[in-house]
């Protein structure tokens, strides 16, 4: 696809106006619920698709880098200045800064490559869920509840990014073990409890860790891949620092902390292979640490073949209140290793799979 397609393409999905040679910015902005400034996903992805205007079409993004360096404000335009650190024949290299009122809000760092073929491949398995029958979805007429009005016992609910609508349903696993802790945070189970007098266990601690259906409920087949990419950038961000605060607001914690703030403090996608996301595709993450008000999340997206496509990390600043008088104990979650298992590869010349034990 030629720049001025892929061009009119962003300016379109990201509100994106052309100011001077390599600088770009945007009237629009979004700032969820009762966040302090305008939402991460947004700047990433538009700063993404900076970058991309500036590189050869034959590239793609491989991996992004960025900080969050103060809150962006809304109705103020956000520009974004690119700067190209490199063009290689394999690999080209792209700096943005994004700023409101000539203050830096954020940076980002891009890497692109140009497609090439390797025989050696492996990745990890995709975790083990029920399936979505979406021509059932379909028929029984699922459309979605609103972003404002969604619990976690929805079925489905609607986001929106940028001008698009984003389906989000809560993936059920296969473990019964697993269900059983993600059912943790879900409404109607506290409600169930706090009806019933049940009290807690001290081992009933919401694992910080979830599984998520995402889709674009909009057929997107014409874009280019570097639009999906942006796209992806922006739903990457939608919620997943929450998975930290988990073990800390639900079950045996419920109602002990009080969790008075949560920002993004940087933002990494490795971008492994190309994604719709029109297509239904499975973001697992997880929080592998939590100190100093800081907390750690990764993620990992598959398609519904169960191909990796991309991974991401993020550190946040969490700060929370003790709202009982006791010290918490800190808590340890088992960590695995990866074991051989190509029962369920694609196809016999798909990338190796391995499974957490």
């Known amino acids: 696809m030629r720049i001025d397609q892929i061009k009119k393409q962003l300016q379109d999905f990201f509100f994106l106006q052309e100011a001077d040679k390599d600088i770009y910015f945007t009237e629009v902005t979004h700032i969820p619920g009762a966040a302090r400034g305008v939402f991460g996903g947004q700047v990433v992805a538009q700063s993404l698709a900076c970058a991309i205007l500036t590189v050869d079409t034959k590239f793609r993004a491989h991996s992004l880098h960025s900080y969050f360096l103060l809150a962006g404000k809304k109705d103020v335009p956000i520009y974004y200045h690119v700067e190209r650190i ?27 490559q140009k497609p090439e073929f390797s025989h050696i491949t492996h990745q990890h398995k995709a975790p083990a869920v029920i399936p979505i029958n979406e021509a059932e979805r379909k028929n029984r007429g699922s459309g979605g509840s609103s972003e404002k009005n969604y619990s976690f016992d929805d079925d489905e609910y609607l986001v929106d990014v940028g001008a698009l609508k984003l389906s989000v349903i809560r993936a059920k696993p296969e473990d019964k073990e697993l269900d059983k802790n993600l059912g943790l945070s879900k409404l109607h189970n506290i409600r169930y409890r706090a009806e019933n007098g049940i009290p807690y266990e001290e081992n009933e601690i919401r694992a910080p860790y979830d599984l998520t259906w995402y889709k674009i409920i909009k057929n997107l087949e014409h874009l280019a891949p570097q639009v999906h990419q942006c796209i992806l950038a922006y739903i990457s961000d939608w919620g997943f620092l929450s998975t930290s605060r988990f073990p800390h607001a639900y079950g045996y914690n419920a109602k002990k902390n009080s969790l008075d703030m949560t920002v993004s403090l940087d933002h990494t996608i490795w971008f492994h292979s190309d994604i719709r996301v029109d297509k239904r595709f499975l973001f697992e993450s997880e929080s ?67 499974a957490k034990l």
Request: charged fraction near 20%.
């Open 86 to 112: 490199r063009d290689g024949k394999s690999f080209a290299s792209r700096t943005v800064v994004a700023k409101q009122k000539g203050k830096i809000i954020f940076s980002l760092s891009a890497s692109f």
């Open 288 to 354: 592998t640490r939590m100190v100093n008000s800081r907390a750690l999340v990764y993620g990992r997206v598959y398609n519904s073949s169960g191909e990796l496509c991309a991974s991401v990390s993020q550190e946040g600043l969490v700060r929370a209140s003790n709202l009982t008088k006791s010290v918490p104990k800190p808590l340890y979650f088992k960590s695995t290793f990866p074991k051989l298992d190509n029962t369920t590869a694609p196809d016999s010349s798909g990338p190796k799979m391995f």
